[in-house]
C-alpha cells in the first residue's frame, strides 16, 4: 500500500496563506500514478474535489478555488504541493491528498489535514 503523508495545515486568518504538502513514499513515484489530486471534507459535508495535476502537469481546480490555490509538484522530492491564497471560513475543512490509477481509481489517500479560517 502506497503511503501519502499531508503536512501543512492549521489555523489562518481570512486572507491568509497556507501551502499544503502530500508526500509519497520512497517505494514510488509520483509519477507512476496518472493523476495526484486534493480533496476536502468541511464538517457534515460530502468530500468534494479541490484540485489534481496529471503525470503531464495539467492541472485542473474546482470553481470554488480557481485564481486562489495553485496545485504543483516537486518531482526530487516526491512531493505534491497546494499553496491556497486568499484563504476565506468556507475553505476550512479537513484536506485530503489523493493518487489516481486506471486500475484502482483514486484508490490511494492520506490521513488528511485540517485547515481552519477564522473569520
Known amino acids: 500500500q502506497v503511503q501519502l503523508v499531508e503536512s501543512g495545515g492549521g489555523l489562518v486568518q481570512t486572507g491568509g496563506s497556507l501551502r499544503l504538502s502530500c508526500a509519497c513514499a520512497a517505494t514510488r513515484s509520483i509519477l507512476s500514478f496518472n493523476r495526484m489530486g486534493w480533496y476536502r471534507q468541511a464538517p457534515g459535508k460530502q468530500r468534494e474535489f479541490v484540485a489534481e495535476?496529471?503525470?503531464?502537469?495539467?492541472?485542473d481546480y474546482a470553481d470554488s478555488v480557481k485564481g486562489r490555490f495553485t496545485i504543483s509538484r516537486d518531482t526530487a522530492k516526491n512531493t505534491m504541493y497546494l499553496q491556497m491564497n486568499s484563504l476565506q471560513p468556507a475553505d476550512t475543512a479537513v484536506y485530503y491528498c489523493?493518487?489516481?490509477?486506471?486500475?484502482?481509481?483514486?484508490?490511494?489517500w492520506g490521513q488528511g489535514t485540517q485547515v481552519t479560517v477564522s473569520a
Open positions: 495535476i496529471t503525470t503531464g502537469g495539467t492541472t
Open positions: 489523493a493518487a489516481f490509477t486506471i486500475t484502482r481509481g483514486w484508490g490511494t
